[in-house]
């Protein structure tokens, strides 16, 4: 049986018992653990996998503190987490007609599209039965890969930083500027101030912003990452300076910043992620008409806001989840043109992965964390590492 990481409610238990639930003292490490997997029979529609990089995403840290809900425990006691992944397929099912082995291929994590194609459940998440990609091999049924762009001018580890987080940049924006577009038209604006507070979702976002001519803003406590952006045209703003928004004061000194680099117009767009203290900062920041977007509760999960102030600013708050299938295969065109992402400047061999759990924790990692699982790659992607 191929080797593969495993969250069980059993350690997650045991850890939260050892440093008296404490989630400040907590070992990510302790938590997520190798393990083997069965692999399900080859069905007709199915591709194997062997996989060759992975990116580790923010729901692995909720799947460890068990913070939202307690995944593992409501999956049966155990998940096999992981949905973000380059893969080489080596078989496919008598039906697969699109793969073929060889092929090097991208995950979506969309697990079970709605009527409208966005997703019910998230794939080695909350989708049922369904097994992650930390491991050495995998094998899914073929509408939940995509072909992987070799000649997008990234690099093997900055394409195995987008699967999740790209297509969930590129749903945030797209819908972020529409609601925007269907208050104020191209003809009243044609530039839009768009800020992002930290983190991979938040920098791929500015990244569409910036392509498409607006305004961008950075307000992150990470210098790597906000130099990598500013190399682009997007502005940084240090959160630290703001005391990551502690008290009043450091809001309103954010907002005299925010209202100094938009000539007091504000912020047209906001992608808040985190919630908690950004929240209130993200509020302030916006201008008349804004939205606000988020897929995201790192910080908090419970937002309270002021019903007429935003009624009488006509701020739009949205919340979204993933994209669908389509989108995230859109999004994958943009790989190289649009997106360019931060890596962590430590690409971990898969051994070390639960450290890589455990740095993202701390929030001590200089970009978005990459761990090499397979140690002999294809000739197909030697070149681009
Ligand atoms: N719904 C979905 O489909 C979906 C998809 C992707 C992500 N998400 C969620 O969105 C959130 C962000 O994801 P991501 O992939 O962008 O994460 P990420 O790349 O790991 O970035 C997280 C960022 O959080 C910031 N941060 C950490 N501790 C902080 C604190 N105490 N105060 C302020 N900022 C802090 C850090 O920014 P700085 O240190 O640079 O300020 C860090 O870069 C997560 O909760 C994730 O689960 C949801």
């Known amino acids: 049986m191929p080797e593969a990481y495993a ?12 440093v008296n639930d404490d989630l400040d003292k907590f070992d990510a490490a302790n938590v997520i653990k190798l393990d083997e997997v069965e692999l399900r029979p ?10 060759l990089a992975i990116s580790v995403e923010h729901n692995i840290d909720h799947a460890v503190l068990a913070d939202t809900v307690n995944i593992a425990a409501l999956r049966g006691g155990k998940i096999y987490p992981g949905n973000s992944a380059v893969g080489e397929v080596i078989a496919v099912g008598d039906q697969v007609t699109r793969f073929a082995p060889g092929d090097v291929v991208i995950t979506h994590c969309n697990g079970e599209p709605d009527i409208y194609g966005y997703p019910l459940r998230i794939w080695a998440y909350d989708q049922p039965e369904s097994i992650g990609w930390y491991g050495r091999e995998a094998v899914v049924a073929d509408w939940q890969v995509i072909r992987a762009p070799l000649e997008c001018g990234l690099n093997l580890w900055e394409i195995a930083a987008l699967p999740l987080r790209a297509p969930t940049a590129y749903h945030m924006w797209r819908r972020a500027e529409a609601i925007f577009r269907l208050k104020v038209s191209r003809e009243k604006l044609a530039r839009l101030n768009v800020l992002a507070f930290g983190g991979g979702v938040s920098e791929l976002f500015l990244m569409l912003a910036r392509h498409e001519g607006h305004n961008a ?3 992150s406590g990470s210098p790597e ?7 682009m045209g997007i502005e940084p703003i240090d959160q630290k300076k703001f005391n990551r928004f502690k008290g009043p004061d450091d809001v309103k000194a954010f907002s005299k910043v925010v209202k100094d680099v938009s000539d007091s117009v504000g912020m047209h767009v906001v992608c808040d992620l985190l919630r908690g203290p950004i929240f209130p900062a993200g509020l302030t920041a916006l201008a008349r008409q804004g939205v606000n977007v988020s897929a ?3 910080l908090g999960q419970k937002i309270s806001y002021d019903s007429a102030l935003l009624s009488v600013k006509q701020v739009t ?6 994209e669908t299938i389509d989108g995230c295969s859109a999004a994958t065109d943009l790989y190289g043109v649009v997106f360019k992402p931060t890596v962590h400047k430590e690409v971990y061999p898969f051994e070390e992965l639960p450290r890589a759990v455990r740095e993202m924790h701390q929030n001590t990692q ?12 294809p000739q197909s992607v030697s070149a681009l590492v």
């Open 7 to 18: 969250i069980s409610a059993e350690a997650i238990q045991t850890e939260r018992k050892r």
């Open 296 to 298: 995201g509760w790192q």
């Open 217 to 219: 803003f950075f307000c």
């Open 366 to 377: 200089t970009g978005i964390p990459i761990v090499r699982v397979a140690e002999k790659l």
């Open 42 to 51: 080859m069905g007709p529609g199915d591709v194997h996998l062997k996989i």
């Open 225 to 231: 990452r906000r130099e990598h952006l500013a190399a």
């Open 317 to 322: 708050l949205d919340h979204t989840h993933y």
